[in-house]
């Protein structure tokens, strides 16, 4: 089908001084850095490695741009090099210092807010040169504008002198050189992953733009080095890539895309054997977590055509009823990229696309392009129609299965399953649950735990693998079932999380392999099914210990092998100590369990939280699909450095 080009259109008018617009101080960065970069934590850290390339982006959309290196540096400092324009270095017309002074030193500064700057721009909308000047012990800028190179450091947000000229060039660009101040953030180690994650998603955003990623520390890995990125089919590469761990339906990634005097969509589309939905759509390059318009437009149209298709070509029945979205979107894997000049961001996260223009654009276009492409390629069209069909059929089955289990009264709490052991209390701000493996263990644990606010549900045998299965499957299964009447908040549609009856899931299970895939299983149910249990901070993985160590009548514990050397060296020389090994919980008496693993003024626990669901969700895929190869990949990779997976 004839597809239109995307390019991002220079602006016109030239990027100088005078587009550098002032809106106000940096005072209150160091104060408050929660407000720009949302905490101080890991996650805050690197957002100032986002903020930085972001302005290199914004060169690349300008048309400008088409390598940004990064490098972590031996000492955790990080250097962002450009080959764009090269900030500007002429004295700004209203504060007489040079502009690229001003953007690195007043919030608010840049070429993102007066039109003449950037057409689009991502970003945190202009503040974050400045705010990472402000938030670093140093900052060290190196600008190449095709004649000459100039250089300027500041520390803790000041200049530390005014920007000099160093030497000739033919080159352009910005190189970019920060630490992190110690004075500001609780860690100051960034995470190879974590920022690979975020650049590789950009490489896919913006076509053509190379992106390298260097770890230049000792201790990195020799196989996490270096990744240098480039995709030249955009967002079409970008949804094979979250499909390499699944199979697809089709073999072609349908793309479509449409190109306005003030914006650009493009979606991209392909359909794998699964049951989840993953939708992921930017603005700006900005990911839009919560959605928005352009999200809303493009499920309306496929809704639609799907829907006009099946009719037309007699796939749906006169008396039929009509597809419903959940059908048309079971086992798609989607991107979808708008480029806007004014964008508009709402929602708790300023993450939620509100441009209502957006909307029609992308509803138009996925009407009349994906209708076309159904037309020219009938084999994946039936394809795609006869997964919705399945999945409409899947639907009416757990409906009916729904309402036989209300009928039954089987998931209300007025029947708790026979197993749990409940807690006297009802308050769900500290009552909690543990869900432990084996009766044995379960049996401990029931003597062992504080019975006004500790609840206990033994589990046994390997439950359902909600990967492979859909919704219908989970209703009468009897190893789920006991879980969602305890928890008493339901599962799927119509969990609700005001009925909850713990505010702590704790999966207790045995530190082998059967430990780890019970605790899989059960993790995986609750991101397919109750995904607000973990994003809301209640779902904790319980750490029994690995040894018991007992010299006389002093008995110590260690959770590692680490911590048992540590534990042997504090009891120095003398009489051999006695080391007991720990095969399983049920080797546990109860006064042990509870001071070891249950007690909450001892024990160890991890939440379990959602620090990228995206990254959580491929996890998932890998952990319990189909495909053998990525599972066994990934556990070389991770299985000697870390004990539990912290999702």
């Not at 289990?405 to 807690?423: I, N």
């Not at 099914?529 to 779902?539: C, N, S, T």
């Amino acid at each position: 089908m004839a597809e239109e080009h995307i390019t991002s259109v220079p602006v016109e008018g030239e990027y100088d001084a005078e587009q550098i617009q002032v809106l106000e101080g940096l005072e209150a960065v160091r104060k408050r850095p929660g407000m720009y970069i949302g905490s101080t934590s890991a996650r805050g850290l690197h957002h100032l490695v986002y903020e930085i390339v972001d302005n290199s982006i914004d060169e690349a959309l300008a048309g400008y741009c088409k390598h940004i290196r990064v490098v972590i540096e031996k000492d955790n400092s990080v250097t962002v090099t450009d080959d764009g324009r090269g900030i500007p270095t002429g004295i700004h017309p209203k504060m007489g210092i040079p502009a690229v002074e001003v953007v690195f030193t007043v919030l608010h500064a840049g070429g993102k807010f007066g039109g003449g700057g950037y057409k689009v721009s991502g970003g945190l909308h202009g503040v974050g040169a400045s705010v990472v000047n402000a938030l670093s012990e140093f900052v060290e800028v190196e600008i190449s504008n095709g004649e000459h190179v100039y250089y300027q450091r500041y520390e803790r947000g000041k200049s530390c002198g005014p920007l000099k000229e160093i030497g000739d060039t033919d080159k352009t660009g910005t190189k970019v050189h920060f630490k992190p101040d110690g004075e500001i953030f609780e860690t100051l180690v960034f995470d190879f992953d974590t920022l690979l994650l975020r650049l590789r998603e950009q490489a896919f955003l913006n076509a053509g733009v190379r992106i390298t990623l260097v770890d230049d520390r000792d201790d990195a890995p020799d196989n996490k080095k270096e990744e240098d990125m480039i995709y030249e089919g955009g967002i079409r590469e970008f949804v094979s890539y979250i499909n390499r761990n699944k199979e697809p339906i089709h073999s072609e990634v349908i793309y479509v895309n449409s190109v306005r005097e003030n914006s650009e969509a493009e979606v991209a589309i392909q359909y794998n054997d699964g049951y989840t939905e993953n939708i992921i759509s930017f603005a700006n390059n900005i990911n839009t977590t919560e959605g928005g318009t352009h999200e809303v437009g493009f499920k309306a149209a496929l809704t639609k055509v799907i829907n006009d298709y099946a009719r037309k070509y007699k796939f749906l029945k006169e008396n039929d009823e009509n597809l419903k979205g959940e059908d048309v979107r079971e086992g798609l894997s989607c991107v979808i990229s708008v480029k806007v000049t004014e964008a508009q961001f709402e929602g708790q996260t300023k993450t939620k696309l509100g441009n209502s223009e957006m909307r029609s654009i992308v509803e138009k276009m996925v009407n009349e392009k994906l209708t076309e492409f159904f037309e020219e390629n009938p084999a994946v069209a039936k394809t795609i129609v006869d997964k919705s069909l399945t999945a409409s059929r899947a639907r009416e089955a757990a409906k009916r299965a729904r309402e036989n289990t209300r009928r039954k009264g089987a998931l209300e709490s007025a029947s708790l399953p026979g197993k749990l052991a409940d807690c006297s209390d009802k308050d769900n701000t500290y009552t909690e649950i543990y869900i432990v493996e084996g009766d044995s263990a379960g049996g401990s644990a029931k003597q062992g735990r504080d019975r006004r606010f500790q609840a206990i549900l033994p589990l046994w045998g390997k439950m359902l693998n909600v990967e492979k299965a859909r919704v219908d499957k989970v209703y009468g299964n009897d190893k789920l079932t006991p879980v969602i009447t305890a928890l008493g908040a339901g599962f799927g549609e119509d969990f609700n999380i005001e009925k909850l009856r713990y505010g702590k899931i704790v999966i207790m299970a045995d530190a082998d392999v059967d430990g780890a895939h019970i605790r899989t299983l059960l993790l995986t149910f609750f991101f397919r099914f109750m995904r607000p249990l973990i994003e809301e901070g209640h779902v904790y993985i319980a750490q029994p210990p690995l040894y018991k160590i007992s010299r006389g009548k002093v008995h110590k514990y260690a959770y590692s092998d680490a911590e048992l050397r540590q534990v042997l060296d504090e009891m120095g020389e003398g009489k051999q100590p006695t080391i007991q090994r720990y095969k399983g919980l049920g080797e546990m008496n109860p006064e042990q369990l509870w001071e070891t693993t249950m007690d909450p003024e001892r024990r160890v626990m991890l939440r379990v939280d959602l620090e990228d669901a995206r990254q959580a969700d491929e996890t998932f895929t890998i952990l319990m699909g189909d495909k053998v190869e990525p599972r066994r990949k990934f556990i070389e990779d991770y299985s000697s450095t870390v004990r539990n997976l912290d999702i």
